[in-house]
Nanobody, 122 residues
Framework: QVQLVESGGGLVQAGGSLRLSCAAS????????MGWFRQAPGKEREFAAT????????YYADSVKGRFTISRDNAKNTVYLQMNSLKPEDTAVYYC???????????????WGQGTQVTVSS
């Protein structure tokens, strides 16, 4: 199995930056695509970004494209989400997830972290 733990969330001003990290345990980490989702109060979980196991393929939601960057370091069993030009509407709990392939569909992710809170103030 794969266990995921997010970190790096916090409070940031609008226009600022924040980098989230997701540490994975398990010997099969390199075989999984990784994704980031977010969920704001009263809203459904929303896809943000995904990256293939090799790191050569990425996909972003239109809402974050050009502002967020997903990356991974398989040697460290870690995936990152660099968030720039943050907006108040980015405020949400951010979840890291593992899938057999890079996808935006939440139901295709097998493992999930507990989430980390990101709050963007005006």
């Amino acid at each position: 199995q794969v266990q995921l733990v997010e970190s790096g969330g916090g409070l940031v001003q609008a226009g600022g930056s924040l980098r989230l990290s997701c540490a994975a345990s398990g010997r099969t980490f390199r075989s999984y695509a990784m994704g980031w989702f977010r969920q704001a109060p009263g809203k459904e979980r929303e896809f943000a970004a995904t990256i293939s196991w090799s790191g050569m393929t990425t996909y972003y939601a239109d809402s974050v494209k050009g502002r967020f960057t997903i990356s991974r370091d398989n040697a460290k069993n870690t995936v990152y989400l660099q968030m720039n030009s943050l907006k108040p509407e980015d405020t949400a709990v951010y979840y890291c997830a593992a899938s057999t392939l890079a996808t935006s569909r939440y139901e295709e992710y097998e493992y999930w972290g507990q989430g980390t809170q990101v709050t963007v103030s005006s």
